[in-house]
């Protein structure tokens, strides 16, 4: 800070630029709030189809967000040109009183160019005589105490401008289009972050030889601290690189390199893995010059050796592992997948053995529950599971493609789910048994990336509808499932995955359970009514799942052998069946969107089909009970009244609609729909029945009582049909309607998959 410009500094374009921003602010308050409340809410409610159920929805729902970011963004300009300012005024008012008082010693401070300035004594007799005629000589401690606190003065004052200009550079570089949501309350919070970023990222660049226990608590506190601040993340990955991220962790986290740490550090590996993965993350969101280089120079490295001090690991052993924690960006993620793939196909010889197979004295790479972290897929799988476009491109992707001897490509899906040679793997806690972390983490990242949100989580209003991608990956799930239900039976603990895929996908499996000819020629105009009829009947926003009966009863009686796998698709069905009578009972809901006029028939192909499916899932929890597996049924039911938990108070589209439903405004977007309504109301009874159920071991259980498994579906669609009805002021036989076909579906659910399945079930 140069001495004249802030001695004579005039503050008037700083306080409009203040006052501007503060202004802005405000306006945007109302901007936000008006995009929130009437554009992304009316999306929300909107009655979409098509392309713009994919596409339209999404973009409202991010374009709303983008005024949210712009609020947060102008609000963190102003705080930052605020403080700025006031400290810049503060530091003129003490630079200009300093002056003052020197001149009262017959002291002048005098601008000597190129910023700099000196101060000289009064040497002449009329400047060094006061009123009384008496005489001092200047004192040189007076000179040089001035001197010293002005530079004090001016060196505090371009630190302030310095903060600021680095702060303000950083937020409006973190993206290239839209607006940053990096949040900070004052300018010098946001210099802490950068400040605190540069001191961690110099210790973990230490020899590992030199951290200490101090050391390593220092940045894991600091890495939990600060791990979602976009400033810190960038800056923290940024200063310690690809080659020392990897370098730092491999060291860490393997006892044979710091022993001592180690072994005063056990407990808190994990902690500080999952730190360091989620500032990663946060860091990897940034657009800047420096991440983008960061991100490709880190999957260039990924199949080269890690500088460590044992060196035997590679770069994607490494940041897999540190893929595990957090939403990593989707391009990196893609790119990784890509690059990871291509070394596992090196490795594998096209697939065609093990590769990633942990020795004795290999390291322990994850220190989060769970496997060694030897397997990069495993890691990586789990990464996808946080973020679902990347999960979906991956898995569509080619692992094998179609060229040489592969008449047929071979995707990520294939390969990983049904051709892959799985590493024996053991846990990295102390109990060291063996681990199943690497199939399951590929179900939660399929989870993902079939559903579009994840894993884990329940969909909601903003979840978009289901993109072909999406829709093409649920076929293949089902139709590999279908082939062989091994591939989930032998894995049980991927069934709560495979539920949760499927009852986001009902609206598609009803369908195929219709047996309704999806492509009617084009001169079949029965089947073409035939076909228009069922899309009416089950509408579905986004892309359908394109599937047959065969194949969806199969899927259905595999999953319906875990316990979570039925819950989740039992009671999602219950739900979508609830919202599809509400819907269509609904008597505001336009003529061209009912399937007829015929009531009675649409109630009870409603319920037929959804007994359908009931009845399919019946003859795989009868399966697991009646087979080897140590299931007994109020494993079943405990599992069906968890539900009742995991929905409490959620928003959203819920499970068992996912995003293909599209609701009338009477449904509203609640789970079970408001309290009181048709489905909600037979969600609670259905809850009730199971919470009882699973504490009682007497009594006619599904799994031992086919009948009693009827009964109880009967139960509860003429419940749901009933209270639909009565919500409308409707007369007629609703519930009865509902009732035989729900009973008839049910039987003709078991029925169906003993003729498809034959050698799949042992008895009803």
Same mark, same amino acid.
Request: charged share 25%; proline share 3%.
């Given at each position: ?26 306006? @945007? ?101 006061? !009123? ?387 492509? !009617? ?143 009338? !405004? ?80 049910? @039987? ?17």
């Amino acid at each position: 800070m140069d001495f004249n410009a802030l001695y004579h500094a005039n503050f008037k374009l700083l306080d409009d630029a203040v006052t501007d921003w503060s202004t802005l602010v405000k306006h @945007l308050v109302d901007l936000k709030k008006d995009a929130e409340d009437d554009l992304h809410k009316a999306a929300v409610k909107a009655d979409w189809a098509g392309v713009n159920a994919q596409v339209s929805k999404q973009f409202i729902g991010k374009t709303a967000g983008e005024f949210g970011d712009a609020h947060t963004q102008a609000t963190t300009i102003h705080n930052i040109l605020r403080d700025t300012r006031d400290e810049l005024k503060s530091f003129h008012q003490q630079l200009t009183d300093a002056v003052s008082r020197g001149q009262k010693k017959n002291l002048t401070v005098v601008d000597t160019g190129g910023g700099k300035f000196a101060v000289m004594g009064n040497t002449r007799p009329d400047w060094s005589s006061d !009123p009384s005629g008496k005489t001092s000589a200047t004192d040189q401690k007076d000179v040089d105490d001035l001197r010293d606190e002005i530079q004090g003065i001016l060196s505090k004052a371009t630190e302030s401008d310095n903060t600021a200009k680095d702060v303000l550079t950083a937020i409006v570089d973190q993206t290239r289009m839209g607006f940053s949501d990096a949040s900070y309350k004052d300018r010098d919070t946001a210099a802490d972050a950068v400040k605190e970023a540069d001191e961690l990222a110099k210790l973990a660049k230490k020899d590992p030889d030199d951290l200490s226990v101090k050391d390593f608590d220092r940045l894991n506190a600091g890495l939990k601290k600060y791990h979602d601040d976009p400033l810190f993340s960038e800056r923290f990955a940024k200063d310690l690189g690809p080659e020392k991220t990897l370098s730092f962790w491999a060291n860490v986290s393997d006892p044979m390199v710091t022993p001592d740490l180690t072994h005063e550090r056990r407990e808190q590996l994990g902690e500080l893995q999952k730190n360091l993965g989620l500032t990663l993350a946060t860091a990897s969101q940034s657009d800047t010059a420096d991440m983008t280089e960061w991100k490709r120079h880190m999957v260039e490295i990924g199949d080269e050796s890690v500088q460590g001090k044992r060196g035997n690991v590679l770069g994607f052993q490494v940041m897999s592992n540190l893929m595990r924690a957090g939403d990593y960006d989707d391009d990196f993620m893609k790119q990784y997948g890509k690059s990871l793939m291509e070394t596992e196909r090196k490795f594998t010889s096209d697939g065609k053995h093990t590769a990633w197979q942990r020795l004795g004295f290999d390291p322990y790479l994850n220190h989060m529950a769970g496997d060694s972290g030897f397997d990069p897929l495993s890691g990586y799988l789990k990464g996808l599971s946080n973020n679902p476009g990347a999960a979906t491109d991956f898995f569509n992707d080619d692992f094998i493609p179609k060229d040489g001897d592969h008449k047929e490509a071979v995707s990520n899906f294939k390969y990983l789910f049904e051709d892959r040679h799985w590493p024996h793997e053991s846990n990295s806690d102390l109990s060291r048994g063996e681990s199943t972390d690497g199939r399951n983490n590929l179900a939660s990242a399929l989870e993902a990336a079939a559903t579009g949100h994840p894993a884990g989580e329940l969909p909601t209003g903003d979840t978009p509808a289901h993109t072909p991608g999406q829709a093409k990956l649920f076929e293949n799930i089902v139709s590999s499932i279908s082939d062989d239900n091994g591939r989930i039976t032998d894995h049980s603990y991927m069934s709560d995955s495979m539920g949760q895929i499927a009852s986001e996908y009902l609206p598609d499996i009803d369908r195929a359970t219709t047996d309704v000819d999806r492509h !009617p020629g084009e001169h079949d105009a029965a089947g073409q009514a035939a076909w228009e009829r069922l899309q009416k009947l089950y509408p579905v926003q986004g892309t359908a799942a394109d599937m047959n009966h065969s194949d969806v009863s199969r899927f259905l009686f595999a999953v319906g052998q875990d316990p979570h796998g039925y819950a989740a698709v039992e009671v999602g069905q219950k739900n979508y069946m609830g919202k599809l009578l509400e819907y269509h009972l609904n008597p505001d809901l336009p003529a061209d969107q009912r399937p007829d006029h015929d009531m009675e028939l649409t109630v009870r192909d409603i319920a037929r089909h959804s007994g359908q499916v009931s009845g399919t899932l019946a003859m795989g929890r009868n399966e697991a009970v009646a087979g080897p597996a140590d299931l007994k049924d109020k494993d079943f039911d405990h599992s069906v009244a968890q539900w009742k938990n995991f929905l409490s108070g959620t928003v959203g589209t819920g499970v068992g609609v996912g995003t293909s439903f599209i609701a009338s !405004p009477a449904v509203g977007a609640g789970v079970g729909g408001a309290a009181g309504t048709a489905t909600s109301m037979m969600l609670e009874e259905l809850f009730k029945d199971a919470e009882g159920s699973a504490k009682d071991d007497a009594g006619a259980k599904i799994g031992k009582d086919w009948e009693n498994g009827n009964q109880a579906n009967m139960k509860y669609t003429s419940a749901a049909a009933y209270n639909a009805a009565k919500q409308y002021h409707l007369s007629g036989d609703v519930a009865t309607w509902a009732e035989q076909s729900s009973s008839q579906g049910f @039987l003709e659910g078991g029925g169906y998959m003993e003729r498809v399945g034959a050698e799949l079930v042992t008895d009803i």
